[in-house]
């Protein structure tokens, strides 16, 4: 696994746990956030990684803060998983 797959596999699995605790599908999400299904689909399964813009419209989207998106990074290595 890649350092770029470690990463988007942790949040995808992050933004799926917000995604359900809140009770969305993906196309809901999708919507509320601006974004092509197939975008949220994508990141929820490690495939790619929001830029900063997505990051605001899915805390948004979520009606959650920024952090509670990215927390799971705060339990992680980081030096493990982002290269130098």
Same mark, same amino acid.
């Given at each position: 696994?890649?350092?770029?797959?470690?990463?988007?596999?942790?949040?995808?699995?992050?933004?799926? =746990?917000?995604? #359900?605790?809140?009770?969305? +599908?993906? =196309? +809901?999400?999708?919507?509320?956030?601006?974004?092509? #299904?197939? #975008?949220v689909s994508a990141? =929820?399964?490690?495939?790619?990684?929001?830029?900063?813009?997505?990051?605001?419209?899915?805390?948004?989207?979520?009606?959650?803060?920024?952090?509670?998106?990215?927390?799971?990074?705060?339990? +992680?290595?980081?030096?493990?998983?982002?290269?130098?």
């Amino acid at each position: 696994m890649t350092r770029s797959s470690a990463v988007a596999e942790l949040f995808g699995a992050r933004l799926r =746990e917000l995604r #359900h605790a809140a009770g969305l +599908t993906q =196309e +809901t999400l999708a919507d509320r956030a601006g974004l092509p #299904h197939t #975008h949220v689909s994508a990141m =929820e399964r490690g495939i790619k990684l929001p830029n900063l813009l997505t990051l605001l419209r899915l805390a948004v989207a979520l009606d959650c803060k920024v952090a509670k998106l990215v927390r799971v990074f705060d339990e +992680t290595k980081l030096s493990s998983i982002v290269s130098k």
